[in-house]
């Protein structure tokens, strides 16, 4: 776990400061962006992605895990709604180990986006490119891999950022999260939340929404990214 606690950057966190970084009331989220302001003030930070991987990188850590990717929003071309994180992994040679896009991304266009910016991405045991709460979508990928020395194989020959796809085993039922998608989609649209908020937004809508299911997921899917990107950097 990474985080800024009283502005001092933390790699690894012990309990104590876990449960500060995640009940107190006066955390922020921070980007790349925010880290600088974050440190000077003596503020506490949890990281987004986008931080995380830098700090990460900094420090000498070759594999992140996390639970899915940030990328570009639907309606995109209107919006121009597109995440920073993926532009911040392009200049780093880290790999992410993730169970896909956030639910209310556009896979397609982040998928361009990803190839454009030059980051690999691999599936593990699939080919199909996973939504984070759903274990796949209609889109394919290029690369997959059956087992860790496989990616760990393709990472010591990778001078560029690499994704890891690792699924959900056990997904929320696709009828149900396309319901509450659209639900989060058409509340957020309502209160008027955009940018870097929806995304908290939406993962709140669906813990709140889903009978305990979107929650189930989200533990299982950090628990099983972090034991495979352990496996990974191990070889």
């Known amino acids: ?7 001092d950057v933390h790699i690894g966190l012990n309990e104590a400061e876990l449960e500060a970084i995640t009940t107190r009331d006066d955390i922020l989220r921070t980007s790349i962006r925010e880290l600088a302001i974050a440190i000077a003030f003596g503020k506490s930070a ?3 992605l986008e931080s995380a991987s830098h700090l990460a990188a900094t420090a000498g850590i070759k594999v992140l895990s996390t639970a899915g990717l940030e990328g570009v929003y639907s309606n995109s071309e209107e919006s121009f709604d597109d995440s920073a994180e993926l532009t911040a992994l392009s200049s ?12 209310i991304l556009d896979i397609g ?18 080919n199909k490119f996973p939504g984070m709460y759903i274990s796949e979508s209609n889109f394919e990928m290029k690369n997959s891999a059956d087992t860790v020395e496989e990616i760990a194989s393709k990472i010591k020959n990778n001078t ?5 796809l690792n699924p959900a085993t056990n997904p929320m039922n696709k009828k149900l999260h396309d319901e509450i998608l659209a639900s989060a989609v058409n509340l957020a649209k ?6 870097k908020a929806v995304t908290p937004f939406v993962i709140e809508h669906f813990t709140n929404t889903s009978n305990g299911e979107a929650l189930r997921i989200y533990v299982e899917i950090l628990k099983s990214n972090a034991a495979l990107a352990a496996e990974i950097a191990k070889i």
């Not at 266009?109 to 699939?126: F, H, N």
């Not at 560029?160 to 890891?164: D, G």
């Not at 309502?190 to 940018?195: D, M, P, Q, S, V």
């Open 92 to 103: 780093l040679a880290i790999t992410v180990v993730c169970s896909g896009v956030k639910s």
């Open 109 to 126: 266009p982040t998928l361009d986006r990803l190839e454009s910016l030059k980051i690999d991405v691999i599936g593990y045991k699939t």
């Open 160 to 164: 560029s950022a690499l994704i890891v």
């Open 190 to 195: 309502k209160e008027g939340i955009a940018g």
């Open 1 to 7: 776990m990474i985080a800024v606690i009283n502005g």
């Open 46 to 48: 949890a990281t987004t």
